[in-house]
């Protein structure tokens, strides 16, 4: 009964999207649409328009999205050739280009009201069948999440079937937001990010560096309890170390650039791994002193794009709480078991149990 319940949910919502594209077709007749889909709590719209949104647009186009629900048009679905679909959306590059990725010589199409779409499906019989929404939010959103391509406004919200779902969600976003990290983070006076040193680089002031320094001296003690021997490793390193392990191929988009330093190029870390097998690779070992535990509270920096950038929770620079274990095979189920509990451990610790 859940399931089916969650499926019809997701069903809602996806319309829900179709019917916000529409709200806007009616408002930027020249808008052209990326995609739709239904998300966790509600959907978001991909839109490319002739002016940037405001939250003060918000209202216009849920009150506009209103009209068309308590319009009840009904969701048509037709099947075409691909040709045809074409020339229908041949002012829509966005959708175009997902014309080409699909492999089958039809397609299908969903219309309500003015607004027709490419669509698998499904839908709502009709826009009278789509519960409670609020439209929350308006982002930016590279098309097909590449940063080379047009960025695209996203425009969110949420659904659910009845109002006092809907009231009940929105007021768990409300609390979620007086306790936003970021929001507390700038009351409380605990860190800083600032665009003249980098975006996604954090600043610790004085109050935040006694928490961060109080639960790196809890993390210390107890990986010593179990155990594990603590190291530090260099920020940077040279570049063919990279290559050879793999990240440099794999990984290139998310590592920074390399620099030069008398005439070898080096680049900053993204994790700790290598320094940690290179400190292993200093001597022999007997299979005696297995196993060995190096834990480190590894400063790492990582490329990401701007666009999801996200106060604490994805920066360019963090520290993570990194470690490596060299055991014998008759020892893993031991040590994987010890792992887990040490994670578990930590995430009670903090408050993350449940």
Not at 257 to 262: C, L, R, Y
Request: charged letters at 30%; aromatic letters at 12%.
């Amino acid at each position: 009964m859940a399931s089916k319940d969650s499926e019809k949910l997701e069903i809602m919502r996806h319309s829900a999207a179709h019917v916000l594209a529409e709200a806007v077709l009616s408002i930027f007749p020249e808008a052209k649409f990326g995609i739709g889909p239904a998300i966790q709590d509600g959907f978001y719209y991909d839109f490319d328009l002739p002016r940037p949104l405001t939250p003060d647009d918000l209202p216009v186009i849920e009150a506009k999205m209103r009209e068309i629900i308590a319009a009840n048009v009904p969701f048509t679905r037709q099947e075409v050739t691909k040709e045809k679909a074409k020339a229908l959306f041949a002012a829509q590059p966005y959708k175009l280009e997902l014309m080409d990725e699909i492999p089958d010589e039809k397609v299908s199409l969903y219309q309500e009201g003015a607004f027709l779409d490419l669509c698998r499906g499904l839908h709502v019989a009709s826009t009278g069948e789509i519960g409670a929404f609020k439209l929350l939010s308006i982002a930016g959103a590279y098309w097909r999440g590449d940063e080379k391509r047009p960025m695209l406004q996203r425009v969110y919200g949420v659904a659910f079937d009845t109002e006092k779902a809907l009231a009940e969600h929105l007021k768990k976003l409300d609390e979620a937001a007086k306790r936003d990290h970021r929001k507390l983070g700038k009351e409380l006076d605990l860190f800083s990010l600032h665009e003249e040193a980098g975006p996604g680089l954090v600043h610790w002031h004085p109050k935040g560096a006694v928490i961060r320094r109080i639960i790196e001296d809890f993390w210390k003690e107890e990986h010593i309890k179990r155990g594990y021997d603590i190291v530090y490793t260099p920020h940077l390193a040279k570049l063919d170390l990279w290559k050879t392990s793999g990240h440099w191929e794999f990984y290139r988009d998310y590592l920074y650039s390399p620099m030069e330093v008398e005439g070898q190029e080096y680049i900053i870390k993204p994790m700790n791994c290598l320094g940690h097998i290179l400190i292993y690779k200093t001597s022999h070992h007997s299979y005696r002193e297995l196993p060995l535990r190096y834990a480190e509270l590894g400063t790492v920096y990582r490329y990401e794009r701007s666009g999801v950038l996200h106060g604490l929770s994805r920066v360019r620079g963090f520290t993570q709480d990194d470690a490596h274990i060299f055991c014998r095979f008759d020892q893993l189920e031991d040590e994987v078991a010890g792992v887990l509990d040490l994670a578990r451990f930590m995430m009670d610790a903090f408050g993350f149990s449940g």
